[in-house]
């Protein structure tokens, strides 16, 4: 067995963590790119005699020191030396596609290229002459069809035929015209004599290339002062030339090489502009049914995330009741009657709590996945880019926050998306508005335990319209004050409509299942124990609890334990919303981690009661409070204080503390100023 690295590079959407599950099934690895928050998937196939370790590069266009994914994967493949990287290419767009492949072979990386997407091709009327492109491109081509698997084997073959062979120089590499390539090979012979470590590691040509394009990262690297001024001076010269950065030249050169190649290689056989996805863009993303039609998309979302749900959900409901109530009553009686109640009401009450969510939770990531991969999520930024676009931001901005409704942190990790800083800042502090999964258990707990069935569907609704709409009002507010500035117009990408597989739905269902099992097992299990704890002590005397009946005393001993006095204290403040100090105690303890504010109230109601098991939490619930109080504590959570590992993400991202604190009491003003006036609206109408 011989071990060689391949690396997976292309464009974002041209199919490359499709291709890559193919080939490593489930033997994979998610981890991250040293000292940077981009995702790194690592996994393993073994063909012929090789085991290969496949990385899938975060998608780029293009190999700048522009943006982080951008700066990772061309560091992986220059610092790295994969033995083959892999060009996934989007055939039916090759153009633009293969912008990135002249970058590539500019590195002179053993190279080859999957044209992938070649089905959507075919349908496009396009015909490749593979042979002849192949030649002028130096790197064998290999048509697929990734979400088939086909062209799984010939790729494999290309791989390892392409590592057995001794690696040289390409003859035929881009031409960026007399002016130019007269200033690289002054440039290149004074590389190689006065910077021969960079020259191995990098190639002195594409040294060049990159300081003529004023790479920063690059020019940090070179020391030498004397190729720094020839680079000034050639810049200069260049510039006087051009009327315009080199940079930009040389862009346009590439361009104009694949312009050449494709000329030369591929024909068209239909004038088949109007394909199928251009006939549905005309009615999903029209001006005037757009909106309706992502609204109702929604609306369906929800939909069936509770519907369906529901049944597995009452399963697991029935599952924890029966364990709570099989260990209360095998349990020895009088013997430590503390680690009975831990079980009971910490653990099972507290992260059982959580987790009878979970089927909601993949319920509604699997809608999600299924209309990312169809291509639809791009159609709604797209639609949404009108609305944005009234408001301050382009719809680009509204990427992160769909990401926002899977959970904040990555979704502020996604404005790297956005090159300017204001629009930047501005989405990073709506976001929390986007309901996230972890909200999702409050509305799941509360929507059924105040409203009738056939009201589920549309209440969740409305609450993440009443975010989305908050997050629109919100920009427009900080674009007119704090955050002003202009917005760059941008073309907004439209990829092709695609059937989703199963596979890539099924991933990322598990991927978010297991994430929330994880943070179930380890933040929600410890805090939750922690809760019990205050929930449970300090013990009033025996005194106090002498003359009382059992559900009395209970209720003294809940008041008087570090819970109990910390909610009263702030009762106060939360009464005009609505809310009493247990509801209190479950707001405080959720800033930690949204869920908990379920497992909280599931503690606090199951250590303040006797009747082991025979209510439901959401009886309780509905026993004690209104709906409209219901509705208050919804809005509240949907709107209040980000969870901490937000409050950590948007501190890194901004880079500042007072952007994450700004955020921090900016939204829980705004969420307790709108509940008091719901409640006390509310109130005084019925
Ligand atoms: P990545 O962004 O490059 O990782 O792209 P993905 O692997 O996520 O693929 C984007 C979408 O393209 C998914 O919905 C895939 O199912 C789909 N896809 C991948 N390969 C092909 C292909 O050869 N033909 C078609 N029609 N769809 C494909
Ligand atoms: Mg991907």
């Known amino acids: 067995m011989q071990k060689i690295t391949v690396a997976l590079a292309g464009n974002p959407n041209s199919g490359k963590t499709t291709i890559f599950n193919f080939l490593t099934g489930a033997r994979q690895h998610v981890g991250n790119y040293p000292g940077v928050t981009v995702e ?180 940090e690297k070179v020391r030498n002062r004397e190729i720094l001024d020839a680079v000034q001076n050639s810049i200069e010269h260049l510039k006087s030339i051009f009327a315009d950065e ?63 749900g529901a049944y597995p959900m009452g399963w697991l409901e029935m599952f924890f009741e029966w364990a709570s109530q099989a260990i209360a009553h095998a349990w020895p009686a009088e013997s430590a009657a503390w680690l009975k109640s831990l079980l009971i009401d910490g653990v099972i009450g507290g992260v059982g709590g959580v987790l009878v969510f979970l089927p909601n939770i993949l319920l509604l990531f699997m809608a999600i996945a299924m209309l990312e991969d169809t291509g639809y999520m791009a159609r709604a930024a797209f639609i949404m880019d009108r609305v944005m676009h009234k408001i301050g931001l382009h719809g680009k901005s509204f990427i992160p926050m769909l990401i926002g409704f899977g959970c904040s942190v990555p979704a502020i990790m996604a404005t790297r998306i956005l090159e300017n800083k204001r629009s930047r800042l501005t989405t990073i502090m709506v976001i929390p508005l986007m309901s996230c999964g972890a909200r999702l258990t409050i509305y799941a707990l509360l929507i059924p335990a105040f409203f009738a069935p056939r009201w589920h569907g549309p209440m969740m609704w409305f609450i993440y319209l009443i975010g989305i709409a908050l997050a629109i009002i919100c920009i427009k507010i900080l ?110 303890g959720a800033t930690a981690a949204k869920e908990v504010f379920v497992s909280q109230l599931a503690i606090v109601y199951a250590v303040g009661s006797t009747d082991e098991g025979t209510t439901t939490l959401r009886q309780r619930l509905r026993a004690n409070y209104t709906p409209l109080t219901g509705f208050c504590i919804m809005l509240f959570c949907l709107i209040y204080a980000p969870c901490v590992a937000t409050v950590a993400m948007t501190k890194q991202e901004t880079n500042s503390w007072r952007w994450a604190f700004f955020q921090f009491f900016a939204l829980t003003a705004l969420a307790y100023l709108l509940t008091l006036i719901v409640f006390q609206l509310g109130k005084a109408i019925a």
Not at 158 to 165: E, L, N, P, R
Not at 275 to 298: C, K, Q
Not at 562 to 575: N, Q, T, Y
Request: glycine residues 6%.
């Open 40 to 219: 790194k998937k690592e996994g393993i196939c073994k063909y012929d005699d090789y085991e290969m370790t496949l990385v899938d590069l975060p998608g780029t266009y293009s190999l700048t020191a522009f943006s982080v994914e951008e700066l990772v994967a061309r560091n992986f493949i220059l610092q790295e030396r994969p033995d083959v990287v892999v060009d996934i290419v989007d055939a039916s767009n090759i153009e633009r596609n293969l912008y990135l492949a002249t970058q590539l072979i500019e590195i002179n990386v053993p190279l080859v290229l999957a044209f992938n997407m070649s089905d959507v091709a075919q349908q496009k009327g396009l015909v490749f002459n593979i042979e002849q492109l192949s030649q002028l491109l130096q790197a064998p081509i290999v048509p697929m069809i990734g979400n088939k698997g086909k062209g799984k084997k010939e790729l494999l073959d290309a791989i390892v035929h392409t590592a057995k062979q001794e690696h040289t120089l390409r003859i035929h590499r881009i031409n960026y015209g007399d002016e130019i390539e007269h200033e690289l090979s002054a440039l290149v012979t004074l590389i190689v004599d006065k910077e021969q470590e960079l020259t191995e590691q990098y190639g002195a040509r594409w040294l060049a290339v990159k300081l003529l394009e004023q790479d920063d990262d690059i020019t």
């Open 246 to 308: 080199p940079d930009v030249v040389m862009a346009d050169r590439r361009y104009g090489f694949i312009s050449g190649a494709c000329q030369e290689t591929i024909k068209m056989t239909v004038e088949s502009r109007h394909n199928y996805s251009d006939m549905i863009d005309a009615i999903v993303i029209n001006r005037i049914l757009g909106l309706p039609i992502f609204l109702v998309l929604m609306y369906l979302v929800f939909f069936l995330t509770f519907k369906i």
């Open 479 to 588: 674009r007119l004050t704090l955050l002003r500035g202009e917005t760059i117009p941008f073309v907004m990408e439209l990829p092709p409509y695609r059937i989703p597989t199963l596979k890539s739905v099924a991933i990322h269902m598990w991927q978010r299942g297991w994430m929330y099992l994880r943070k179930a097992g380890t933040i929600i299990l410890a805090i939750s124990i922690l809760l019990w704890l205050a929930s449970s002590y300090p013990k009033p005397s025996e005194e106090k609890l002498a003359n009382l009946d059992a559900e009395k005393a209970q209720q003294t001993n809940l008041e008087h334990s570090v819970i109990g006095r910390l909610g009263r204290a702030i009762e106060p403040v939360i009464k005009p919303l609505g809310f009493d100090w247990k509801i209190g105690t479950a707001l405080i």
